[in-house]
């Protein structure tokens, strides 16, 4: 599994469009821990092209702060699950805490 987290200074950016960068975090299922994690920039912003791009970089889940709608569906086109509400933390503690069953999702920081 590789989980894509939006980042800014480090931590999740609840603006995931407007993110510096993406963390792409490697983790092994079954032990239930993270393997690698790379930090790449981010594209420059253009409507949809996210979801393809981290499909291409062979992320199959995103954990974001906020998402809107049409993003979440075009997620899913790519086949990336799509997890909303995550706290401003670090990579390494929103994975682990994901793996747990123990992530805090609260409400979407997204409106549209």
């Known amino acids: 599994m590789k989980i894509a987290i939006p ?8 603006h995931f469009g407007h993110c510096e960068a993406f963390a ?8 239930k821990k993270i393997v690698k994690q790379t930090d790449v920039d981010s594209p420059p912003h253009q409507p949809g ?17 906020g998402m809107g709608q049409r993003a979440q569906a075009l997620f899913a ?14 990579p390494e503690k929103i994975v682990t805490d994901y793996l747990a069953g123990t992530l805090q ?6 409106d549209h």
């Open 105 to 110: 999702a609260g409400e979407n920081a997204c």
């Open 49 to 65: 092209l996210l979801p393809r791009w981290l499909a291409e970089k062979g992320a199959n889940v995103i954990i974001a702060g």
């Open 7 to 14: 980042m800014a200074e480090g931590k999740l950016s609840l």
């Open 77 to 90: 086109e790519q086949g990336i699950k799509v997890v909303v509400g995550a706290p401003a933390e670090t």
């Open 24 to 31: 792409l975090v490697d983790v092994d299922e079954v032990q």
